[in-house]
């Protein structure tokens, strides 16, 4: 079954900062891969999303990624925080588009990141 | 602009009782999902619809049942609430696979 790890449960980092949120993925050959984002008291928005081709995905809000299929990783960055950028954020893996089993997404257990200013 | 609308957005209930969360999506999704989100526990998929007519279990669909009224509409009904089911719960839509899902803001749930 596919499953999604955030190893880090909550993250600090000072306005002006870089960022990094790891993602590890454990699936089939051909996953599809998410970032959300969710502020307090709010749904989650889609920040990008991987399916193919360029292994390196920009996003909004300035945000990117990259899809590493020797490492399962696909890990958020953004080169300088913003304190609005304060929320949790979730990684989630989709079916392997091959194989079909419909459009379920598995959603890591999230990145808390607090931006000291 | 409305995106995925669901209701209510709070709601306590005593163990025992039931109650129906309603969700429905206004971009011609031909998928609908319900989650719930835990602390530590990330979002898990209770049950989903492909298309409409009809509806799968997903990770944890104990306790719960669905009904995929028509392509817009997908309510989640707990028919005897229970402490563990504290929780927020949240609907989703998407269009075929691979595509976006778009959440709506979440219904809080506490059954006392």
């Known amino acids: 079954a596919q499953s999604v790890t955030q190893p880090d449960i909550h993250i600090t980092v000072s306005e002006g900062a870089s960022l990094e949120l790891r993602c590890n993925y454990s699936y089939g050959a051909t996953p599809y891969l998410f970032w959300y984002v969710q502020s307090p008291g709010q749904g989650l928005q889609l920040l990008l999303k991987y399916f193919s081709g360029d292994t390196l995905v920009q996003g909004i809000k300035g945000f990117e990624a990259e899809f590493k299929r020797s490492q399962s990783s696909f890990n958020l960055r953004k080169p300088s925080v913003h304190w609005s950028d304060a929320a949790e954020y979730f990684c989630a893996v989709g079916p392997d588009i091959l194989t079909g089993g419909g459009n379920k997404l598995t959603f890591g257990t999230g990145t808390q990141l607090k931006v000291e200013l | ?112």
């Open chain 2, 1 to 112: 602009n409305a995106g995925v609308t669901q209701t209510p957005k709070f709601q306590v209930l005593k163990t025992g009782q039931s109650m129906t969360l309603q969700c429905a999506q206004d971009m011609n999704h031909n998928s609908m999902y319900w989650y719930r989100q835990d602390p530590g526990m990330g979002l898990r998929l209770i049950y989903y619809s492909a298309s409409e007519g009809t509806t799968d279990k997903g990770e944890v669909p104990n306790g719960y049942n669905v009904s995929r009224l028509n392509k817009r509409e997908f309510s989640l009904r707990l028919e005897s609430a229970a402490p563990s089911q504290t929780s927020v719960y949240f609907c989703a839509s998407s269009e075929e696979k691979g595509n976006t899902i778009y959440f709506g803001e979440g219904s809080w749930l506490t059954v006392v």
